[in-house]
């Protein structure tokens, strides 16, 4: 059995990591809530893993959080959900990176409405979290992370996204982690 399972929406997000941690158990689970859910959820019930570690780019909603900086999604939410029907889906943090919020988005941009001013934490919005981490929570994965690394400011144009960077920064941090 493996232990540890690392996520990434797509084989770019997960090149680096791989090339550093070649003995890891590592799928690329694609783009957006659905998919991500569907390909999450079949390779935990398949394995039933200890440990999911779900890694990818994010944009970044405020200034607090730098280009190529890597951080742990310790709260996540689907974004546009009525109130009566929106729910809270936690992680673990990770010592050594920032803890933040985010918003999981079909659209990049779709945060941008939601987001209260004056935030505890920093929040960044992506596209897979929340789906992964209900398909964590009703498998019973005991850990759960969510780790991603800034490749832009949400509302940036997709010219200026610096999506090599962020990769690079998130496949060196997640090497260090999780070696069991």
């Known amino acids: 059995m493996d232990n540890t399972h690392f996520y990434f929406p797509t084989e770019a997000e997960a090149s680096v990591f791989r090339t550093l941690r070649p003995d890891a158990y590592v799928r690329v689970i ?56 929106a729910r809270s889906y936690g992680a673990k943090a990770v010592d050594g990176l920032a803890a933040v919020s985010s918003l999981t988005v079909n659209h990049t941009g779709d945060s941008l409405p939601y987001l209260a001013e004056n935030q505890d934490m920093p929040c960044v919005e992506q596209m897979e979290g929340a789906g992964v981490a209900a398909a ?8 759960f992370y969510h780790i991603r690394a800034i490749s832009n400011r949400v ?26």
């Open 30 to 85: 694609g783009v957006g809530m659905a998919e991500a859910t569907s390909m999450a959820f079949a390779y935990i019930a398949a394995i039933n893993p200890k440990r999911v570690v779900l890694c990818g780019i994010a944009g970044a909603c405020d200034a607090r959080l730098q280009t190529g900086q890597v951080v742990a999604v310790v709260n996540d939410a689907v974004a546009g959900l009525p109130e009566a029907y």
């Open 136 to 143: 964590c929570e009703s498998l019973g994965v005991e850990e």
């Open 155 to 180: 509302g940036d144009e997709r010219s200026e996204w610096r999506v090599d960077d962020a990769v690079t920064s998130l496949g060196a941090v997640v090497a260090q982690l999780f070696k069991e």
